[in-house]
């Protein structure tokens, strides 16, 4: 197409200007509130920005730590079945042949033969007619073709065939792969899991809803090895297991679902897989999959690599291939939606002018635990404030400390960052060595003794999760 015909497409495109899609307002705001208030923006923004690429800033940083904690709190150091892994990101190339990778982790891709943007087919809505046109401007789609998501490098100094290498689509192939070394190495006995947390990366054919779908993103994996047999009961255990986690962490109830997969739908080495979906402002969205993988995996890597992997059960004096339940979740978009779950806009109450946008996180995900400010800049209250902070640092306690602008104000600053407890030191501090704790979601004070401070917030983040 010629620069003449590519504007003229261009003007033709903005003409028909697509409806905006539900929930864009909503979401518009919160990705406004991410990058004011430094969670989550755009990677390498002074360049114009990569599109599937966002930095989690100061406050994103501690939310994706306390969820990806929460989540290895529950999964790995709150039971004795479960053990942690840590994998190389770049694996054997051939993990990813014997996986199925090569050949079969693909989305159907389909161009719009008039404005040119790309989609992926089966993400599509038929018309009315039951045809499937371009969602942006109407145009006609070509014929889909199966596109490899895998990412793509080389190896060393040389870049041909040999050298080829994938930056890992999920992370769970290396618990596959290690199976052996790790069950030896802690003596582990079925039903047993190895959990792991890290990088993945996907070439989406198109990334959307902000840090719901990008390129490079964070699993939380745990892939659970059972004896055959034994595995649709350890499935409907996960499977409600992972439902009840976010459940516990506060998220509505009415926002969460579990559906399961339509038999078409289902990974070929799925014998059941089921989805924990969230209400994003678009519909229903995959926040998680809980799959019944088989014997599929180590089967394969068995027979690829020639080696043995199978458990050995002492009582029955015999070798099996166990059967694995992955139940499998990524943080981003679990911390989006968070976010979205925590998010509320307050009305200004009775006779005040300014109402409030508050993050109404539970108190164990909130970044920031308790805000320490002094009333006013004097009279050594910002020094005893000061020692508060030290104090809270002191028992790994995340607490920030404010002194600028009105006290009102501050406060608002820390709502908006979910920060469950303000600490307030004021002139009674000196006389009577008390502060005041404000709930966030309540707004209510009360007087505490200073030295009670912190025990006081570490109990209440203690209980939080009964
Ligand atoms: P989808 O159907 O949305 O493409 P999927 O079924 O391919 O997701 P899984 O392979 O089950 O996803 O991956 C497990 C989890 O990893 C997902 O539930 C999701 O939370 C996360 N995840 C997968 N792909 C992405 C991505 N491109 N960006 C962010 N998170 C992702």
């Not at 590519?6 to 518009?28: H, L």
């Not at 047993?192 to 939380?220: P, T």
Request: glycine content about 6%; overall charge negative; proline content about 5%.
């Amino acid at each position: 197409m010629s620069d003449k015909q590519q504007d003229k497409q261009r003007k033709k495109n903005k003409r028909k200007k697509r409806p905006p899609e539900p929930g864009e307002e909503f979401m518009a705001k919160i990705v406004s509130l991410c990058k004011r208030r430094g969670f989550a923006f755009q990677s390498s923004e002074i360049y114009g920005g990569l599109q599937s690429s966002y930095d989690y800033g100061p406050l994103g940083v501690e939310l994706k730590r306390n969820i990806k904690d929460e989540w290895w709190r529950s999964m790995v150091h709150s039971r004795e079945d479960v053990v942690g892994l840590d994998a190389a990101i770049i694996m054997h190339p051939k993990v990813w042949e014997a996986s199925g990778h090569v050949s079969g982790f693909s989305d159907p891709l389909v161009d719009c033969k008039e404005c040119k943007n790309r989609f992926r087919e089966d993400h599509l809505v038929p018309d009315d007619e039951g045809n499937l046109r371009c969602p942006e401007c109407g145009g006609e789609l070509t014929e889909a073709r199966q596109f490899n998501l895998m990412l793509k490098t080389h190896l060393g100094a040389v870049e041909d065939s040999s050298s080829v290498a994938y930056l890992r689509p999920e992370t769970a192939q290396s618990m596959f792969v290690d199976f052996q070394t790790v069950q030896a190495a802690g003596r582990l006995k079925l039903p047993f899991g190895i959990a792991q947390i890290g990088k993945s990366f996907r070439n989406e054919i198109v990334v959307e809803h902000f840090i719901y779908r990008s390129r490079e993103f964070e699993q939380m994996e745990m892939e659970y090895f059972v004896e055959p047999g034994d595995d649709e009961k350890w499935y409907e255990h996960w499977r409600r297991e992972r439902f009840e986690w976010y459940s516990r962490l506060g998220v509505r109830k009415e926002n969460l679902r579990l559906r399961d997969h339509e038999e078409e739908e289902r990974a070929h080495y799925a014998k059941a897989c089921t989805d924990v979906e969230y209400q994003y402002p678009w519909g229903w969205g995959e926040l998680e999959g809980i799959a019944n993988r088989t014997d599929y995996d180590l089967t394969h890597h068995a027979e690829a690599s020639g080696k043995k992997i199978t458990y050995f059960d002492p009582q029955t004096n015999k070798h099996v291939v166990p059967y694995v339940i992955e139940p499998a979740a990524g943080v981003d978009r679990s911390a989006l939606m968070f976010l979205i779950d925590a998010y509320c806009e307050e009305p200004a109450p009775e006779g005040k002018k300014e109402g409030r946008v508050v993050l109404k996180f539970h108190p164990r995900l909130a970044p920031i635990k308790a805000a320490v400010l002094p009333l006013v800049r004097k009279d050594g209250m910002p020094e005893r404030a000061r020692e508060i902070v030290k104090e809270f640092f002191r028992h790994s306690v995340n607490a920030f400390y404010d002194e600028k602008g009105a006290v009102g104000r501050r406060y608002r600053r820390q709502d908006e960052a979910g920060t469950p407890y303000c600490i307030t030191v004021d002139g009674q501090t000196a006389e009577d060595g008390t502060v005041t704790i404000r709930e966030r979601d309540t707004m209510e004070q009360e007087r505490i003794k200073v030295d009670e401070a912190v025990r006081v917030v570490r109990d209440r983040l203690a209980t939080a999760l009964d």
